[in-house]
């Protein structure tokens, strides 16, 4: 069983950044393929980004330019660099991690809002 914890969510003004953490327990980070999703009011979950265990990257087109996925495995950690946030970024962001099996964080909040 492998749990994740979501980190650094918050309210933030359009044109602004954030950075999100997920932090992964048991020995196994580096083969995970890890992503994050979203999740609006009202809306479908989404995929905004994801890193294999080798580092490629895939991300939605609403994001590209805008967002980097990163992970270090020294620190079974995978972050979300958001830049340049737009309201419609407004969302409860999930932590994924896929090998063999599919597990999911509890989410952490992002307000994008003047």
């Known amino acids: 069983q492998v749990q994740l914890v979501e980190s650094g969510g918050g309210l933030v003004q359009p044109g602004g950044s954030l950075r999100l953490s997920c932090a992964a327990s048991g020995n196994l980070f580096s083969l995970y393929a890890m992503g994050w999703y979203r999740q609006a009011p009202g809306k479908q979950r989404e995929l905004v980004a994801a890193?294999?265990?080798?580092?490629?990257?895939n991300y939605a087109d609403s994001v590209k330019g805008r967002f980097t996925i990163s992970r270090d495995n020294a620190k079974n950690t995978v972050y979300l660099q958001m830049n340049n946030l737009k309201p419609e970024d407004t969302a409860v962001y999930y932590c994924?991690?896929?090998?063999?099996?599919?597990?999911w964080g509890q989410g952490t909040q992002v307000t994008v809002s003047s």
């Open positions: 890193i294999t265990s080798g580092d490629t990257t």
């Open positions: 994924n991690a896929q090998w063999f099996k599919t597990y």
